[in-house]
């Protein structure tokens, strides 16, 4: 099971918004409501941002909002603050033959 | 707060065991499924295993299917993975983390090099 794809960086000025589109395929994104997504700053464990595709955890900013269309999910940003510079992961339910789950490749975000 | 902590990191030969443990608490850990993920230096997230709240499903990454064992003892809130016949490219930090459709909270990772 190949892992799932995303940019592997964007940027954007405090306060714009920003998109990362984590790219699957009918197996993993496209079959199951079951996308989420993880922030992780340098040295730090991962953190989750937004689960089964649009659901905000306690705690979380809504600044952080996430959707899915057909085999992509994305995550957007609103307002851009310098503590959202980070790196980026979704994780879809894939349950194919290979892999159960699977994590996107990553994405850095930079706020310029 | 929920806590997990990992332990049983450190340097291993190639073709050697480690134990990794994972000790939880305040959080029901007997209702949660637990995974291991796993991170290589400067790269990047990696699914490892999962097992259901109860032992009755565990599923592996091909990557470490039948060198790596996932198991849990829930009188004790604690979650292991024993890894066999470890190879370099096993060289990661390793993270517990409790959920089971996605990871609600994560422990801060033990690193596990292998090297000779």
């Known amino acids: 099971q190949s892992a799932l794809t995303q940019p592997a960086s964007v940027s954007g000025s405090p306060g714009q918004s920003i998109t990362i589109s984590c790219t699957g395929t009918s197996s993993d994104v496209g079959s199951y409501n079951l996308v989420s997504w993880y922030q992780q700053h340098p040295g730090k464990a991962p953190k989750l941002m937004i689960h089964?595709?649009?659901k905000r955890p306690s705690g979380v900013s809504s600044r952080f909002s996430g959707s899915k269309s057909g085999n992509t999910a994305s995550l957007t940003i609103s307002g851009l603050q310098a503590e959202d510079e980070a790196d980026y992961y979704c994780w879809s339910y894939a349950a194919t033959s290979t892999s159960f789950y699977v994590f996107g490749t990553g994405t850095k975000v930079t706020v310029l | 707060q929920v806590q997990l902590v990992e332990s049983g990191g450190g340097v291993v030969q190639p073709g050697r065991s480690l134990r990794l443990s994972c000790a939880a608490s305040?959080?029901?850990?007997?209702?949660?499924?637990m995974h291991w993920v796993r991170q290589a230096p400067g790269k990047g997230l990696e699914w490892v295993a999962v097992?259901?709240?109860?032992?009755?499903?565990?599923y592996y990454a091909d990557s470490v299917k039948g060198r790596f064992t996932i198991s849990r003892d829930n009188s004790k809130n604690t979650l292991y993975l024993q890894m066999n016949s470890l190879r370099a490219d096993d060289t990661a930090v390793y993270y517990c983390?409790?959920?089971?459709?996605?990871?609600?909270?994560w422990g801060q990772g033990t690193l596990v090099t292998v090297s000779s």
């Open positions: 089964e595709v649009s």
């Open positions: 305040a959080f029901t850990f007997s209702s949660y499924g």
């Open positions: 097992i259901s709240y109860d032992g009755s499903e565990i």
């Open positions: 983390a409790s959920g089971y459709s996605y990871v609600v909270d």
